[in-house]
């Protein structure tokens, strides 16, 4: 069965550099949500977006910003890295409100 | 907003003893309920769900959970673990008002064999 696709895996960046991230969630799911995770940290919830509109947000940066195109992929754009932002971030699809999601293979960025 | 309250933050347990990990949540009405692992490395899989009916669900891996309403646990046990257990255990339930899962801070399982 397909499951949440994410990209890239491993991303490593500079300090003031940009990063995005994409996410191409489980066919049919109407609900796609970013998480950010820290070292030894519980998922932070960041975005979310329902049928390609974004849906709520949650601690999420002023420097980042994310979409959901037509085709219900989504990209998570980071701008002025800071260390801190070293992270996994984990992208997340649902058929519905309220049930369970499912979780991509996240991208782990790191921060230089 | 929904809480979710995980109160072993770090369990060590020899292969076959029993396990239990506490999940208590804030929300009063109905709510579903979930149990997430996450194995060194990997990223979060659903391990056991409560949306509604019986409240002791049963999940893969020989784990099961029993929701409680009066006590507004969901508590996650294991008869009998092993060493490939070994990782972080997330309770979450859907937030308030809002599309996103609220995640506990975690329980880290460590089995020695």
């Known amino acids: 069965a397909a499951g949440v696709i994410q990209s890239p895996r491993h991303l490593i960046k500079e300090k003031r550099e940009t990063a995005t991230l994409k996410c191409y969630p489980i066919?049919?799911?109407?609900?796609v949500y970013w998480y950010q995770q820290g070292p030894g940290q519980d998922p932070q919830f960041l975005i979310s977006f329902y049928e390609k509109m974004q849906s709520d947000k949650g601690s999420i940066p002023d420097r980042f910003s994310a979409q959901q195109f037509s085709d219900y992929h989504s990209e998570l754009n980071m701008s002025s890295l800071e260390l801190g932002d070293s992270a996994l971030y984990f992208c997340?699809?649902?058929?519905?409100?309220?049930?369970?999601?499912?979780f991509g293979q996240g991208t782990r960025l790191t921060v230089v | 907003a929904q809480s979710v309250s995980q109160h072993n933050h770090h369990v060590i347990l020899s292969e076959a003893a029993s396990l239990e990990l506490g999940c208590n949540y804030s929300?009063?009405?109905?709510?579903?309920l979930f149990w997430y692992v996450q194995y060194p490395g990997q990223h979060l899989q659903l391990l056991l769900k409560?949306?509604?009916?019986?409240?002791l669900v049963k999940g893969i891996k020989g784990f099961e959970a029993e929701f409680i309403k009066s006590k507004f646990s969901f508590n996650l046990r294991k008869p009998s673990v092993q060493w490939s257990d070994t990782a972080e255990y997330f309770c979450a339930v859907p937030d308030t008002g809002r599309r996103a899962l609220t995640f506990g801070s975690g329980t880290r399982l460590q089995v020695q064999p």
């Open positions: 409560y949306f509604s009916g019986d409240p």
């Open positions: 066919p049919r799911h109407d609900t």
């Open positions: 929300y009063g009405g109905t709510v579903n």
């Open positions: 997340a699809s649902s058929g519905q409100a309220n049930t369970e999601a499912f």
